[in-house]
């Protein structure tokens, strides 16, 4: 049933322990902070806009800026993470085919989680690490036609969802062979695109680089419009995702796919499929239906929710649940650190060991003291919801007619408390 | 002379505390799948394994292990678990998670 090279058939095809659930007391108080909080700010907090994209933030020194856009930066950290992209290529075909290949966490723990932590200190790291924009870059950077701006981020949405496939649905995410065929597809449809439509190809379809600009847009650090590097409040920082067809999709399966993957570890989603699935493709097909249903709820009850207000005429309406999308990027920052944060650390210093031939023991700090990690799940759940709340209130206090002011908010509140509520549930395990 | 009721007696003589697991294999089919057991850290966790086939045991903990399963009855395997957190306990070839424990 496993192909060659096949790892492990659970957790993410990473192997090892998961974590314990949290305590129902830390569930049920990070509950109630949640809905304390969602109703002060909706009925008790500014009734005047205050976070503009365009406030410009405190300007770092000029010499900041001057090197991280010089010409040789830039180069250099192309170069760097096209050698590391090399790097992990000759590890996954020559490297050692068993568990010891540090192929599946460099692609589930390092690209996937360590993504995120990078775009949020940093700005969207990504872009300058790109092995594809590199080598499209040392071919001379042309393109055949423009992007076809209809696609918006759709293409980017189908790659972050065939992610989560093959790590939540398909029937071994442990195959190093998978993993291959997944990223050699990858490369070649990006480079692919980045040759046909350009560099805008990597901005918009590169699952990746738009997951990493998603993120970025919580960071501290931005740019102001004149391109100064800058530093400012990430809640005026939010508002400036670029609104794009898709883009409410790409983060519906950021945000279904990890409670998907909550979802499916319970024992009783387990037994079902063994008693319902009799085969291997079976039970595939029943996990990507449940993946598709996680991302379609997020989605459909997001959408409705920033439809859901009076004094807007058709039009407006039709724009308002792209104009209110970055509200869920905390949510999903919260949701992803608090599924993720012992991946990261753990398996994450398992990885990098891995990758450099070290033979160094793991600091197992987190999983040793689990009042800790639960404390900071919970923590993480809570202020992705609050800022998720605070920035949706801004934004309706922006986008609806003064008398729709607070009815208007309502439907988005109580389905961001829904999120959050089914995701400390989760984690408590049920 | 005096008799000693049961409920006055100290429970010295209680066995060490581990978990013992009785796996049996037969005809592709494993008993029990997805049991929802419970172990302290470093508390020594037994699988009694009866098989007609082979198999590999994967212990997805920290680090992993991994023990040859042959086709006979009475194997024994036992191990402790050093770092909390959810254990899944699977058969590689048959593709069954045998229990989950949570050690904590």
Redesign the interface.
């Known amino acids: 049933?496993?192909a060659d090279g096949s790892v492990?058939?659970?957790?993410h095809g990473l192997?090892?322990?998961?974590?314990?659930?949290i305590p129902f007391t830390y569930a049920l108080i990070g509950a109630a902070w949640a809905l304390t909080f969602t109703f002060a700010v909706v009925a008790l907090a500014w009734k005047k806009p205050r976070f503009d994209p365009d406030k410009p933030g405190r300007e770092l020194p000029p010499w900041v800026t001057a090197a991280v856009d010089a010409p040789a930066t830039r180069w250099a950290v192309g170069v760097v993470g096209l050698a590391l992209a090399v790097w992990v290529g000759l590890a996954a075909f020559l490297g050692p085919q068993n568990?010891d290949n540090p192929l599946p966490g460099v692609f589930y723990v390092l690209m996937w989680v360590g993504l995120v932590a990078a775009s949020l200190l940093f700005g969207p790291v990504w872009r300058a690490l790109s092995p594809v924009r590199t080598v499209h870059r040392l071919f001379g950077g042309k393109s055949l036609r423009n992007y076809p701006e209809a696609l918006g981020y759709w293409p980017a949405a189908l790659g972050l969802f065939a992610f989560v496939w093959l790590e939540l649905a398909s029937p071994d995410p442990g195959s190093l062979a998978a993993i291959r065929n997944w990223l050699l597809i990858y490369l070649v449809v990006t480079l692919a695109g980045a040759f046909v439509c350009g560099a805008r190809w990597c901005a918009r379809a590169d699952p990746f680089e738009v997951y990493g600009i998603v993120v970025s847009r919580l960071s501290a650090l931005r740019r102001n419009r004149d391109g100064r590097i800058a530093i400012g409040n990430p809640f005026d920082h939010l508002p400036s995702l670029p609104v794009r067809p898709g883009i409410v999709a790409v983060l519906s399966v950021l945000l279904g796919s990890t409670a998907f993957d909550s979802f499916s570890?319970r024992?009783q989603w387990?037994?079902f499929i063994?008693e319902t699935a009799g085969s291997?493709t079976a039970a595939t097909l029943i996990n990507t239906t449940g993946l598709l249903v996680f991302a379609g709820v997020v989605a459909g009850t997001f959408w409705l929710a920033a439809r859901a207000t009076g004094g807007v005429d058709r039009e407006q309406r039709r724009r308002l649940p792209g104009q209110m999308a970055h509200s869920l990027i905390p949510i999903v920052v919260g949701y992803v650190f608090a599924h993720y944060l012992t991946y990261l650390i753990?398996r994450g210093q398992q990885t990098v060991y891995l990758l450099l031939g070290m033979d160094a023991d793991?600091n197992?700090f987190l999983?040793?003291h689990?009042s800790v990690l639960a404390t900071l799940k919970v923590g993480f759940v809570v202020a992705g919801h609050v800022a998720g709340v605070v920035a949706a209130h801004d934004r309706a206090l922006r986008l609806l007619p003064t008398a729709h002011q607070l009815t208007g908010q309502l439907a988005m509140m109580l389905v961001m408390v829904g999120y959050t509520f089914t995701g400390l549930y989760l984690l408590f395990g049920g | 002379m005096t008799t000693v009721a049961p409920s006055d007696m100290t429970d010295q003589q209680a066995p060490p505390d581990r978990l013992v697991v009785d796996v049996k294999i037969a005809g592709g089919n494993v008993t029990p799948?997805?049991a929802?057991l419970e172990a302290s850290v470093n508390e020594p966790i037994v699988f009694k394994v009866d098989s007609d086939a082979v198999d590999e045991l994967?212990v997805?903990?920290?680090?992993?292990h991994s023990y040859e399963i042959e086709a006979k009855p009475g194997q024994s395997f036992q191990f402790t678990?050093a770092?909390?957190?959810?254990?899944?306990v699977?058969l590689?070839?048959l593709?069954?998670?045998v229990a989950?424990i949570?050690?904590?």
Request: aromatic letters at 2%.
């Open positions: 049933m496993n492990s058939v659970l957790a192997g090892g322990s998961a974590d314990l659930p568990s570890a024992p387990r037994t063994d291997a753990e793991v197992y999983s040793l689990p | 799948t997805n929802q994967h997805h903990s920290n680090p992993e678990v770092v909390p957190g959810k254990v899944d699977e590689h070839d593709n069954k998670t989950t949570t050690v904590q």
